[in-house]
Each structure stands twice: as C-alpha cells, then as structure tokens.
C-alpha cells in the first residue's frame, strides 16, 4: 500500500501541475492541449472570438469594392436595330417592341412639331432609351459612391448611386431619374467566372430567376437596313461579357446594377413609342477583356412600364473603349427629327 499511495501522489502532483485551461481544452474531446500562451480553439467561452474586439470601421466605398472598372471613354457600336437607332423610325412603326394598344395608339398620334414647341426634344433621350441613341459615352467618378455616365449625343448626365445613404429625395421628375446602383460578382461568386453559384445572376443565367416573357418582334415590312459586320473578336448582339449568347459564365469581370425610376415620361424610340412615369429601367453594364487590341462594354437594359408595355422591354448594346484623348467627344443637344 505505501507504494500505490506514493503513485496516486505522483499522479495527482502532476495534474495540478498543468494550466487549468490546457486540461480543459483537451478534455473529452481527444486532442492535445494548448501550447503555453496559445489560446484554446474556439477562441474562449461559447466559441464567440475574443473579448473585447475592436468595433467594425466604416463601410468600403464603391469606388475600392468595384467589380469592374467601367471608366473611360466609350462609342457605340450600333450592330443590329439600324433602321431604329440610326434614323428616326417611321411614324407608328413599334415592332420589336411588346406595346400595348395604348401605347400603339400613342405613337401613331406623334407629333414631332408639337415635341418641339413644348420644349420636349428630350424625350427620346431618357434613362429608359439613352443607351440605344447613337453616342459616345464618358464614364467617371463624381465621388466614392457615386459614378457619373455622361453622354455626348443630348448632353445627357446620369448619377449612378450606391447605398441608401447617398440617395437624394425622390424629388422632381426628370429625364435621367434616380438610378440605385450596385456591383454584383460573376456567377463563380467573384472574379474570373465559371463555377457554381449564381448570386446576382442575370434573369434566365446560372442560378437566375427564369427570364420574363418577352413577345416575338412582329414582321416588318419596310426593314431596309444593310447588315453591319461585327469588328473582329466583338461579341455577339445579346451576349454578356463576351461569353455565349445570354451567359454569365464566360465573363472575367463582375457587373454594374443600375435600377432607374422616378422619370419623366418620354419615348423608347424617337419615333414616339412611349414610356410612362411608372416604368423602371433595371441595367447591367459589363465589359470584356481585350480582344485584338480592343474592349467592349455591354449594356443589357430591361423597361419595364404596366401602362405601355405587355412584357419587359430588352435589349442589348455594344460600346468599343476609346482613348482618353482625341476620342470625338462632341457633346451636342437633343433633337426631335
């Protein structure tokens, strides 16, 4: 016995002889203790992080957190929808477009005098149509969380906003709107693409929602456009970032968001199809990486309006990247004709 007394005493002279904290972080769970100084794992009481911890800085600014770098200077490149875009289309001439009867008899009523001499020449050159006018396009930072896009054609000026905080009153009216803006990953979920995931992903993309019915464009009898080549390595009309047709996958970069609302009502072509008050313009502005020495930004822009529209309006436009400087910039004023 006075040598089993003498082993029970050894044992428990060396147990006291541990941290407290090693013998419990080990205990029941299999795994070595703690080195002296080392915190346990699962960072003390309830696993919840040390003590503490340094409240959170400020938010990041859009400008350091941008998905993609959309600034510069771009042209349009108009490949398809010619004998829209280049030239005032023929009175009542909506097809392509999901009218309904009201707005159909809207733009057989157009009267580009009466436009003029109210002083509405802007009217074609509204958030919901702007991007489909043949221009160029600057784009630049007014400040961290706010992007400006400035268009040459109709010196027109749109402030992309991000955050709630930077959003000004819904206020008056205009021809621009109030345009909330955020950057979305590619479908991979961040930069370079491919994969799963799919959070942001455009309507009918991996991980979407399912597209919106869009009516068939009717027949046109008058369609008296040349068919204009794409540049070499240009994506194709209705492609994003330069993947397949209507694909997320392909694309290196992230997207900018815009949703629009608070406009004035105004014309989806120059032609006067018209748009109402309640329409909402949801935009994504992509770009490619360079091809041939050239990069492309997309523009796929969705108008949505219950009084005008059957389905959403979509389109997708193409702009080349210019240089900063001897561009062709010429800002010139809104026209009717």
Same mark, same amino acid.
């Given at each position: 016995?006075?040598?089993? &007394?003498?082993?029970?005493?050894?044992?428990?002279?060396?147990?006291?002889?541990?941290?407290?904290?090693?013998?419990?972080?080990? /205990?029941?769970? +299999? /795994?070595?203790?703690? =080195?002296?100084?080392?915190?346990?794992?699962?960072?003390?009481?309830?696993?919840?992080?040390?003590?503490?911890? /340094?409240?959170?800085?400020?938010?990041?600014?859009? $400008?350091?957190?941008?998905?993609?770098?959309?600034?510069?200077?771009?042209?349009?490149?108009?490949?398809?929808?010619?004998?829209?875009?280049?030239?005032?289309?023929?009175?009542?001439?909506?097809?392509?477009?999901?009218?309904?009867?009201?707005?159909?008899?809207?733009?057989?009523?157009?009267?580009?005098?009466?436009?003029?001499?109210? +002083?509405?020449? @802007?009217?074609?050159?509204?958030?919901?149509?702007?991007?489909?006018?043949?221009?160029?396009?600057?784009? !630049?930072?007014?400040?961290?969380?706010?992007?400006?896009?400035?268009?040459?054609?109709?010196?027109?000026?749109?402030?992309?906003?991000?955050?709630?905080?930077?959003?000004?009153?819904?206020?008056?009216? !205009?021809? /621009?709107?109030?345009?909330?803006?955020?950057?979305?990953?590619?479908?991979?979920?961040?930069?370079?693409?491919?994969?799963?995931?799919?959070?942001?992903?455009? =309507?009918?993309?991996?991980?979407?929602?399912?597209?919106?019915?869009?009516? %068939?464009?009717?027949?046109?009898?008058?369609?008296?456009?040349?068919?204009?080549?794409?540049?070499?390595?240009?994506?194709?009309? +209705?492609?994003?970032?330069?993947?397949?047709?209507?694909?997320?996958?392909?694309?290196?970069?992230?997207?900018?968001?815009?949703? &629009?609302?608070?406009?004035?009502?105004?014309?989806? $072509?120059?032609?006067?199809?018209?748009? !109402?008050?309640? %329409?909402?313009?949801?935009?994504?502005?992509?770009?490619?990486?360079?091809?041939?020495?050239?990069?492309?930004?997309?523009?796929?822009?969705?108008?949505?309006?219950?009084?005008?529209?059957?389905? =959403?309006?979509?389109?997708? !436009?193409?702009?080349?990247?210019?240089?900063?400087?001897?561009?062709?910039?010429?800002?010139?004023? @809104?026209?009717?004709?």
């Amino acid at each position: 016995m006075k040598n089993g &007394t003498s082993h029970i005493i050894i044992l428990v002279g060396l147990a006291a002889a541990l941290p407290l904290s090693q013998l419990q972080g080990a /205990q029941g769970r +299999g /795994q070595a203790p703690a =080195p002296a100084g080392q915190a346990p794992a699962g960072g003390g009481r309830g696993g919840g992080g040390a003590r503490g911890a /340094q409240p959170a800085g400020p938010p990041p600014v859009a $400008r350091t957190t941008a998905t993609v770098d959309l600034a510069g200077y771009w042209e349009s490149l108009v490949t398809e929808d010619w004998r829209w875009r280049m030239k005032v289309p023929d009175k009542g001439d909506v097809s392509s477009i999901p009218v309904t009867p009201a707005a159909r008899t809207a733009a057989n009523a157009w009267d580009p005098a009466k436009d003029e001499a109210e +002083g509405n020449q @802007c009217k074609s050159y509204g958030a919901a149509s702007i991007m489909r006018v043949p221009t160029r396009v600057h784009i !630049s930072w007014e400040n961290d969380n706010v992007l400006k896009l400035e268009t040459d054609a109709g010196t027109q000026t749109r402030l992309f906003r991000f955050g709630a905080a930077v959003l000004p009153a819904p206020g008056e009216r !205009s021809w /621009q709107g109030n345009s909330v803006a955020e950057w979305e990953p590619t479908a991979g979920g961040g930069r370079g693409g491919g994969g799963g995931g799919g959070g942001g992903a455009f =309507p009918g993309g991996p991980g979407g929602a399912p597209p919106p019915a869009v009516i %068939a464009p009717a027949p046109s009898i008058n369609d008296d456009a040349a068919p204009i080549a794409l540049p070499p390595g240009a994506p194709a009309a +209705g492609a994003r970032g330069g993947g397949a047709a209507g694909a997320r996958g392909g694309n290196q970069f992230g997207d900018l968001k815009v949703i &629009t609302t608070n406009l004035k009502a105004g014309y989806l $072509r120059k032609n006067g199809v018209p748009y !109402s008050e309640k %329409a909402i313009v949801t935009e994504y502005f992509n770009r490619t990486g360079e091809t041939y020495g050239i990069t492309y930004m997309i523009v796929t822009t969705i108008v949505e309006d219950p009084d005008n529209l059957t389905a =959403p309006f979509i389109t997708s !436009s193409h702009f080349k990247k210019l240089p900063d400087t001897a561009n062709g910039w010429d800002p010139s004023p @809104c026209t009717v004709r």
